[in-house]
């Protein structure tokens, strides 16, 4: 098949995977609850569809924008960086966003201020914090080296990481393990559209600047020097990509907590389907990480019905093995290229 071909068939399967998961659960709803009108009588709707239109679909939703932005900026990171391990994670901005968010919520700060949630506004000034820390740690070594940004950033993953466990320790037991629950990651929290509201803002932005800068991430994934000898500003590049993924990162931990392995595991699997070519592997990605998050969220709510599984147990679950497969195979650095 070609390179379009496996896109078309990428954006049915996406489009298949989001139509039937909102009618999958415990237990199934029928799709034409979806149409049925209001009683006669009393004007109320019928459960199923409240369900159905007020939660599931929401939910799909929801998943799909996470998995489709966190598989985009995962890709950036792994290009920019020349990495299979450079994510959002792994550069610190993921834990500050959940540290910024846990502090939101640990001092209950859980209203919202112009429509804006107070714990998604503490999510965005934690990644804020971690691309800042980041970059001046960056900088103060003198240029922008990949080697220094990726040891920069998982010092602060640590840093933060370290502040979260000091969070749920002063917590009592009730805050401890709601604090506990966020960090696994979850949809669970999507009831109506004001979540994927919530995170269109951050989203969408830092989707088109990745989109706008497949040719840049083309020619980065060659080596700085390549690319700056192709006309590319590799500095600025690298700082623009680096701010427009971290905060998109943020909008979405915010609503749904820190999900793993996502924008580790779509990128690789999309260049073993479509190759390194930032063209078609973008939107392939994007498609993809959706898909694969609303699938994972349909499998965390039944396979302990009538209780739910995190979906960041279900990915982190997944992500391990992959890697090793990955690893095992050698096609970790081999797919960057």
């Known amino acids: 098949m070609t390179r379009p071909q496996i896109l078309i068939a990428l954006a049915l399967s996406s489009l298949l995977v989001c139509a039937v998961t909102p009618f999958l659960g415990a237990p199934p709803i029928a799709v034409g609850v979806l149409f049925d009108a209001p009683d006669s009588e009393t004007g109320q709707v019928d459960p199923d569809q409240f369900i159905l239109r007020e939660i599931r679909i929401p939910r799909v939703a929801l998943a799909f924008l996470a998995g489709a932005s966190l598989a985009l ?23 500050g966003a959940s540290l910024g968010a846990l502090i939101a919520l640990r001092l209950g700060l859980t209203t919202a201020v ?17 691309i800042s820390l980041v970059y001046g740690l960056t900088r103060m070594r003198g240029g922008f080296s990949t080697s220094t940004m990726l040891l920069a950033g998982v010092a602060v993953s640590f840093f933060f990481s370290s502040l979260i466990l000091f969070i749920q320790y002063t917590a009592d037991i009730y805050d401890s393990f709601r604090l506990m629950r966020w960090l696994m990651g979850g949809i669970a929290s ?56 971290s905060v998109t990162v943020g909008g979405v931990v915010a609503q749904c907590g820190p999900i793993a392995f996502v924008g580790m595991m779509a990128p690789h699997i999309c260049r073993i389907l479509i190759g390194p070519d930032h063209r078609y592997l973008a939107p392939a990605t994007c498609l993809f990480g959706g898909a694969f998050l609303a699938a994972c969220d349909t499998f965390a709510r039944i396979a302990l019905a009538p ?31």
């Open 190 to 245: 999507a009831t109506g559209y004001s979540a994927v509201v919530s995170a269109l803002p951050f989203a969408i932005p830092g989707g088109l600047v990745v989109f706008y800068c497949t040719h840049e991430l083309n020619l980065l994934a060659t080596g700085d020097d390549i690319a700056a000898s192709r006309g590319v500003d590799v500095r600025k590049t690298k700082v623009i990509l680096f701010v427009a993924t």
């Open 307 to 337: 209780a739910e599984l995190p979906v960041g147990v279900v990915t982190a679950f997944l992500g391990g093995p992959f890697f090793l497969w990955l690893l095992m195979r050698g096609e970790a650095d081999r797919n960057l290229h």
């Open 73 to 95: 900026c995962g890709m950036a990171f792994q290009s920019m960086f020349r990495n299979p391990l450079a994510t959002p994670f792994t550069l610190g901005v993921s834990s």
């Open 114 to 130: 112009l429509g804006v949630s107070m714990v998604t506004v503490g999510a965005f000034l934690g990644a804020l914090m971690a």
